[in-house]
């Protein structure tokens, strides 16, 4: 068991939890992205603990680059984001489950580790999104710089109010390139733009 988490007292809750559970081994913990794979990389795990948000690469495109090279590593997800589209982003990149904090309490987590090292999903809470059906345009590099900023914050969980804070730009223009986004990549809704972004990220890693 590998433990990721950027906040060092939530680390040291987790790893306090899961070393007094039965059949669980820590064998070792990261504060970043980076760090997390160069660790990995020297030490024999089976399963991670993966954060989300993280000051250098979000977990996401962490638990790509790690099964880029282990295609047999499995990684939970433990997040404080209750977000769908996150959560979705984070399937479809191949995590086995996700847990949000605040829906589940340290024996469900022990339970959650166990289930997924033995090749179950866990959802928690669970995931009603399809993605079926969605066909989108072969645009390649046609996207401006600002339409791939906003997809990726758009990919990340932000909301409108929150994209033009990041980018210190008005609503309404961010409601714009959005529209414009969506006509580009044949997406209908923020949902969409997200499979879009995954699916795009995963090529990216072959």
Do not use: W
């Not at 645009?139 to 339409?147: G, N, V």
């Amino acid at each position: 068991m590998f433990l990721v988490d950027d906040n060092f007292v939530a680390r040291r809750g987790l790893r306090s939890v899961l070393e007094a559970a039965e059949s669980i081994c820590v064998v070792g913990e990261a504060s970043s992205g980076s760090e997390t794979v160069a660790r990995l990389k020297s030490c024999q795990a089976d399963v991670v603990l993966m954060d989300f948000r993280m000051p250098d690469i979000d977990g996401v495109k962490v638990t790509i680059e790690l099964l880029r090279h282990n295609p047999k590593l499995i990684v939970l997800l433990a997040t404080v984001i209750d977000d769908p589209m996150v959560h979705m982003k984070a399937l479809l990149a191949g995590v086995k489950g996700f847990m949000v904090y605040g829906y589940f309490t340290p024996e469900e987590l022990v339970e959650g580790i166990r289930a997924v090292a033995c090749g179950m999903r866990v959802c928690v809470p669970q995931l009603s999104m399809a993605t079926d059906g969605v066909q989108f345009n072969d645009i390649q590099d046609t996207l401006t710089q600002r339409e791939e900023e906003i997809l990726n914050l758009i990919a990340d969980g932000y909301d409108n109010r929150q994209i033009a804070s990041e980018l210190n730009i008005e609503e309404k223009t961010v409601k714009n390139h959005i529209n414009n986004l969506y006509s580009k990549i044949g997406a209908t809704c923020r949902h969409d733009a997200v499979y879009y972004s995954v699916c795009r990220m995963l090529k990216a890693y072959p």
